[in-house]
């Protein structure tokens, strides 16, 4: 059993399906180039009403103070997600200007990819472990790209992490069997269209997830 993190909500009604699905983490992305981006007014209104216990994560890359500062003065963030080029030294960066706990998102697509995890355990206070873009991919994640679970099989982190890249409703409880995750997120995979999630995809993620 994981817990769920639904990412690149952008409807209160995707919020509130997520949250009565039992998803523990919400994420909003505020990167202008993603089909998910909200802006920062709209994410006050999508963080207002989540209900305590349900972590409130904000996505950016590589992000400037200002854009950070921006959100911030606007939604109830309770994490914020680094899923660009960061180095270790800007996730403290982040960490002391924002106040908030950072998750940092790792690129695999092979075992030379895994050191990285271990870099970023100091600075990050949660690893997010995606696949590793295509050269040339628009997105730096939400691409509904899984990489080689197996990659992960008796691996441990200085710091508490969460599965994602290409998980669906299909494949997540396969996922968490051979990967041992704690958490899975997932963005594209409870789409019926690029940036608009479904309600009864929603449901059975979490379901197949915490089942
Ligand atoms: O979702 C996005 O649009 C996005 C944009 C920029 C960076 C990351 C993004 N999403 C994150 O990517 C992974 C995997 O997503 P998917 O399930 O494969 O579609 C996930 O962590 C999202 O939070």
């Known amino acids: 059993m994981a817990e769920v993190k639904i990412c690149g909500l952008s409807e209160e009604r995707h919020v509130a399906a997520a949250v009565d699905a039992g998803a523990r983490f919400l994420g909003f992305v505020f990167f202008p180039r993603s089909p998910r981006a909200v802006t920062a007014t709209q994410a006050a209104a999508l963080t207002a009403e989540v209900p305590v216990g349900v972590a409130r994560v904000g996505l950016f890359v590589d992000p400037s103070d200002d854009l950070l500062r921006e959100v911030l003065d606007h939604a109830a963030l309770d994490v914020i997600q680094l899923h660009g080029y960061e180095s270790a030294a800007r996730v403290a960066e982040v960490k002391a200007l924002t106040g908030l706990p950072v998750m940092?998102?790792?690129?695999?697509?092979?075992?030379?990819?895994?050191?990285?995890?271990?870099?970023?355990?100091?600075?990050?206070?949660?690893?997010?472990?995606?696949?590793?873009?295509?050269?040339?991919?628009?997105?730096?994640?939400?691409?509904?790209?899984?990489?080689?679970?197996r990659l992960l099989v008796g691996r441990h982190w200085l710091r508490p992490w969460m599965l994602a890249g290409g998980l669906t409703p299909d494949n997540v409880a396969e996922a968490v069997r051979l990967t041992g995750a704690p958490v899975v997120d997932v963005s594209s995979g409870v789409e019926r269209a690029p940036g608009v999630k479904d309600v009864a995809l929603i449901r059975a993620f979490v379901e197949a997830a915490r089942s």
């Open 104 to 149: 940092k998102a790792v690129g695999l697509s092979g075992p030379a990819d895994l050191p990285q995890l271990m870099d970023y355990g100091v600075a990050a206070d949660m690893l997010l472990v995606d696949a590793k873009p295509p050269a040339g991919a628009d997105l730096p994640g939400g691409n509904g790209l899984a990489f080689d679970w």
